[in-house]
């Protein structure tokens, strides 16, 4: 079983905005809305390709209330931790003219020590039953920095891996807790390595250094030119074919749980490379978020090249 965690969910609403520009009124069609945060994105892809995860993290409110009722539908096991404040919003303008996303997301409640405490019991609990954990997304308020570290050890103390997907000071953190692998794209890297801009030489380097450091994989999404999957005298690159971009939100969760279910099967190196980009390549040609047609993942999979770089 994958444990998934989303300490930060939020209701996702994505609206179509061809010649968005700041400053103007756009009248628009409804909007999308999707139980969110980048975990719920993960289960959702994980369900898709056969596998039964399931979701932990905080939800309260009326918000809440939506998730739970999203989840029970998409029958998606969960075990989140009811809060008091509500859970947030975030919203999304995707102009499919000028290919681009702009995002609007909510900071989210304020999570006390004792729901803290009241997670860590739980998560113990699921660690009893888990194969891998993925964490990923924000920490909400009042959530320490060093929380993925916490939960790494916690998972190291049971002997299972994690996989981290977060970004800022929480990746930093994360990092010192040694998770099995990480998933920044080129932006969070580079916020990492406290530089505006990343060579792919130098992003290898990086990558090397952070497994130097104890973590095992660092999986690095290059967008439209693929991803390195490397370890630390290993670097695997994988190229990928052209398709008609939909919605690319989401699609670095899709992309990690397909390496989650690729590893789960216990496929080389290469072939979980391949289902992770294919993964994320389908969400991208689907229209909702977090979205996966199986189908065209595994014909994704016979069309994505992965070699060794030397």
Same mark, same amino acid.
């Given at each position: 079983?994958?444990?998934?965690?989303?300490?930060?969910?939020?209701?996702?609403?994505?609206?179509?905005?061809?010649?968005?520009?700041?400053?103007?009124?756009?009248?628009?069609?409804?909007?999308?809305?999707?139980?969110?945060?980048?975990?719920?994105?993960?289960?959702?892809?994980?369900?898709?390709?056969?596998?039964?995860?399931?979701?932990?993290?905080?939800?309260?409110?009326?918000?809440?209330?939506?998730?739970?009722?999203?989840?029970?539908?998409?029958?998606?096991?969960?075990?989140?931790?009811?809060?008091?404040?509500?859970?947030?919003?975030?919203?999304?303008?995707?102009?499919?003219?000028?290919?681009?996303?702009?995002?609007?997301?909510?900071?989210?409640?304020?999570?006390?020590?004792?729901?803290?405490?009241?997670?860590?019991?739980?998560?113990?609990? &699921?660690?009893?039953?888990?194969?891998?954990?993925? *964490? @990923? %997304?924000?920490?909400?308020?009042?959530? /320490?920095? #060093?929380?993925?570290?916490?939960?790494?050890?916690?998972?190291?103390?049971?002997?299972?891996?994690?996989?981290?997907?977060?970004?800022?000071?929480?990746?930093?953190?994360?990092?010192?807790?040694?998770?099995?692998?990480?998933?920044?794209?080129?932006?969070?890297?580079?916020?990492?390595?406290?530089?505006?801009?990343?060579?792919?030489?130098?992003?290898?380097?990086?990558?090397?250094?952070?497994?130097?450091?104890?973590?095992?994989?660092?999986?690095?999404?290059?967008?439209?030119?693929?991803?390195?999957?490397?370890?630390?005298?290993?670097?695997?690159?994988?190229?990928?074919?052209?398709?008609?971009?939909?919605?690319?939100?989401?699609?670095?969760?899709?992309?990690?749980?397909?390496?989650?279910?690729?590893?789960?099967?216990?496929?080389? &190196?290469?072939?979980?490379?391949?289902?992770?980009? *294919? @993964? %994320?390549?389908?969400?991208?040609?689907? /229209?909702? #978020?977090?979205?996966?047609?199986?189908?065209?993942?595994?014909?994704?999979?016979?069309?994505?090249?992965?070699?060794?770089?030397?």
């Amino acid at each position: 079983m994958i444990v998934t965690v989303t300490l930060n969910p939020a209701v996702d609403i994505s609206y179509k905005v061809n010649h968005f520009q700041i400053g103007h009124g756009h009248r628009v069609e409804a909007g999308r809305k999707t139980a969110g945060g980048k975990g719920l994105n993960v289960s959702r892809v994980l369900k898709k390709l056969g596998e039964t995860p399931i979701c932990t993290g905080f939800l309260g409110g009326h918000n809440g209330e939506w998730i739970e009722d999203q989840l029970k539908q998409e029958k998606l096991d969960h075990a989140f931790i009811a809060i008091a404040e509500e859970t947030r919003t975030c919203l999304a303008f995707l102009d499919e003219e000028q290919g681009t996303q702009t995002e609007l997301m909510e900071r989210g409640p304020v999570i006390s020590a004792e729901k803290q405490e009241e997670f860590e019991a739980i998560f113990k609990e &699921l660690l009893g039953e888990a194969s891998f954990v993925i *964490a @990923s %997304g924000s920490l909400a308020s009042g959530i /320490p920095n #060093t929380y993925y570290r916490d939960i790494c050890e916690w998972a190291h103390a049971a002997h299972i891996p994690v996989l981290l997907d977060t970004s800022g000071e929480a990746l930093k953190e994360g990092i010192a807790g040694k998770p099995f692998l990480i998933k920044p794209n080129q932006e969070e890297l580079s916020q990492y390595m406290n530089l505006p801009q990343l060579s792919f030489e130098s992003q290898v380097d990086a990558a090397k250094a952070i497994c130097a450091r104890g973590v095992k994989y660092v999986l690095l999404s290059l967008g439209k030119d693929g991803a390195i999957l490397v370890e630390e005298g290993r670097v695997l690159r994988a190229e990928l074919p052209a398709v008609k971009v939909v919605n690319p939100v989401g699609s670095g969760d899709s992309m990690i749980a397909g390496m989650a279910y690729a590893l789960q099967r216990g496929y080389p &190196l290469a072939e979980c490379l391949k289902w992770a980009c *294919a @993964s %994320g390549t389908a969400n991208a040609m689907e /229209p909702e #978020t977090g979205m996966i047609q199986p189908q065209i993942v595994r014909e994704l999979v016979a069309r994505i090249n992965v070699h060794e770089e030397i």
